[in-house]
């Protein structure tokens, strides 16, 4: 439909890579492995506990201390987001865009299809997330660097319904940028 | 240094390196997981292989905070489906969703906001599904080598040398299109 290139990432895979093992290597150092799907819940069960305390507090899981304020996990997610906006800024990657190379290919220019694709993404993310104690960050990279046993199960799980559901959503290939 | 702050410092320097290594980029996510575009599998390979590595070095300094997740088999492989399905969908998931979102990506901020939801829904089934599902096939907070009763060292060491040696003997060069998006722009 559309004929334009993905684009090139900023920094080449391995010096990217290292970048961030170095940053799991120091969060591992500092206070505990990187997570970031937690927070989801955290910041929903801090709502809860204002809006129905009761039923909050006998909750099996949001009853829990942790789910009641944001602590060093929210203020990770916080410095994620500012974090990743200055680099955008700093590579002039900071633009308002709503679809991806990879979409128009397949579905051309109009992004209310992409958008709603998107939030009925980001549900099954989180829920899944949820379910797996962790998501790409906590259960998949922190999971892998401390050698857990529950990493293997949901590598597997998360990439082989990855693939299929990536191969059904985008049938066609853009030209990949050299 | 208080752990707000530590936790501020640590996720400004994982929102950074996500992006820039463009992992926070949802197209480089479906070229590899079309398998069309190697950048972001080589780039997770290196960010695993590494931070196994340093671990373990802290670990055996004594110097390492582990926090393992409890190995639920029927809920990591269910959650692991459904999270797969939303990232094969999106290209996102709940870190780059963010990283991408603070790019000004409009999709993956509404990603974010399908994110607050499921959490919702999650923590409003968790006590009728979640429970019972967890209680069945639980290995516990568990590791590789615990469950094998070996040690660190011997999945560590042969793991990342192996993986090195993939990621050298398989390495993007010119003129050969083995990783296209990687090699240098044609002129």
């Given at each position: 439909m559309i004929n334009e290139p993905v684009v090139k990432a900023p920094l080449n895979w391995l010096v990217g890579g290292l970048l961030l093992g170095l940053v799991q290597i120091l969060a591992v150092a500092v206070h505990k492995p990187l997570g970031v799907s937690t927070q989801f819940a955290v910041v929903d069960s801090v709502a809860i506990h204002k809006a129905a305390p009761e039923y909050a507090d006998s909750h099996?899981?949001?009853?829990?201390?942790?789910?009641?304020r944001a602590g060093y996990g929210f203020w990770l997610d916080v410095g994620l987001i500012f974090g990743a906006a200055v680099a955008a800024a700093s590579v002039r990657m900071l633009k308002a865009r709503t679809t991806t190379v990879w979409w128009r290919a397949n579905h051309?220019?109009?992004?209310a299809a992409r958008l709603s694709v998107c939030f009925v993404a980001g549900f099954l993310i989180l829920m899944g997330a949820r379910l797996a104690h962790g998501?790409?960050?906590?259960?998949f990279a922190s999971g892998w660097a401390q050698l857990s046993l529950s990493a293997l199960p949901f590598t597997l799980a998360m990439f082989g319904f990855g693939m299929a559901a990536a191969r059904i959503t985008y049938p066609k290939t853009p030209e990949i940028g050299r | 240094m208080t752990s707000g702050l530590t936790g501020f410092l640590i996720g400004t320097a994982f929102g950074a390196s996500l992006l820039l290594s463009g992992l926070a980029d949802p197209d480089k996510i479906l070229g590899a997981l079309r398998l069309k575009d190697f950048h972001a599998i080589r780039t997770i390979a290196v960010f695993v292989l590494v931070s196994m590595v340093g671990v373990w070095v802290l670990d055996l300094a004594g110097l390492a905070n582990f926090s393992i997740k409890p190995a639920t088999i029927w809920t990591v492989l269910a959650g692991g489906a459904l999270l797969g399905v939303g990232f094969g969908m999106s290209g996102y998931c709940p870190g780059t969703g963010l990283a991408c979102a603070a790019a000004g990506r409009i999709d993956a901020l509404v990603s974010v906001v399908g994110m607050f939801a499921g959490a919702l829904a999650f923590i409003l089934v968790h006590p009728y599904v979640v429970g019972p599902l967890e209680a069945t096939a639980d290995f516990g907070k568990t590791t590789l080598p615990e469950i094998t009763t070996s040690s660190s060292t011997l999945w560590v060491v042969p793991i990342a040398a192996i993986g090195a040696v993939v990621l050298w003997m398989t390495r993007p060069r010119k003129?050969?299109?083995?990783?296209q998006a990687s090699s240098p722009r044609e002129p």
């Amino acid at each position: 439909m559309i004929n334009e290139p993905v684009v090139k990432a900023p920094l080449n895979w391995l010096v990217g890579g290292l970048l961030l093992g170095l940053v799991q290597i120091l969060a591992v150092a500092v206070h505990k492995p990187l997570g970031v799907s937690t927070q989801f819940a955290v910041v929903d069960s801090v709502a809860i506990h204002k809006a129905a305390p009761e039923y909050a507090d006998s909750h099996p899981l949001i009853g829990k201390a942790e789910y009641r304020r944001a602590g060093y996990g929210f203020w990770l997610d916080v410095g994620l987001i500012f974090g990743a906006a200055v680099a955008a800024a700093s590579v002039r990657m900071l633009k308002a865009r709503t679809t991806t190379v990879w979409w128009r290919a397949n579905h051309g220019r109009s992004p209310a299809a992409r958008l709603s694709v998107c939030f009925v993404a980001g549900f099954l993310i989180l829920m899944g997330a949820r379910l797996a104690h962790g998501c790409t960050s906590g259960t998949f990279a922190s999971g892998w660097a401390q050698l857990s046993l529950s990493a293997l199960p949901f590598t597997l799980a998360m990439f082989g319904f990855g693939m299929a559901a990536a191969r059904i959503t985008y049938p066609k290939t853009p030209e990949i940028g050299r | 240094m208080t752990s707000g702050l530590t936790g501020f410092l640590i996720g400004t320097a994982f929102g950074a390196s996500l992006l820039l290594s463009g992992l926070a980029d949802p197209d480089k996510i479906l070229g590899a997981l079309r398998l069309k575009d190697f950048h972001a599998i080589r780039t997770i390979a290196v960010f695993v292989l590494v931070s196994m590595v340093g671990v373990w070095v802290l670990d055996l300094a004594g110097l390492a905070n582990f926090s393992i997740k409890p190995a639920t088999i029927w809920t990591v492989l269910a959650g692991g489906a459904l999270l797969g399905v939303g990232f094969g969908m999106s290209g996102y998931c709940p870190g780059t969703g963010l990283a991408c979102a603070a790019a000004g990506r409009i999709d993956a901020l509404v990603s974010v906001v399908g994110m607050f939801a499921g959490a919702l829904a999650f923590i409003l089934v968790h006590p009728y599904v979640v429970g019972p599902l967890e209680a069945t096939a639980d290995f516990g907070k568990t590791t590789l080598p615990e469950i094998t009763t070996s040690s660190s060292t011997l999945w560590v060491v042969p793991i990342a040398a192996i993986g090195a040696v993939v990621l050298w003997m398989t390495r993007p060069r010119k003129g050969k299109p083995i990783d296209q998006a990687s090699s240098p722009r044609e002129p």
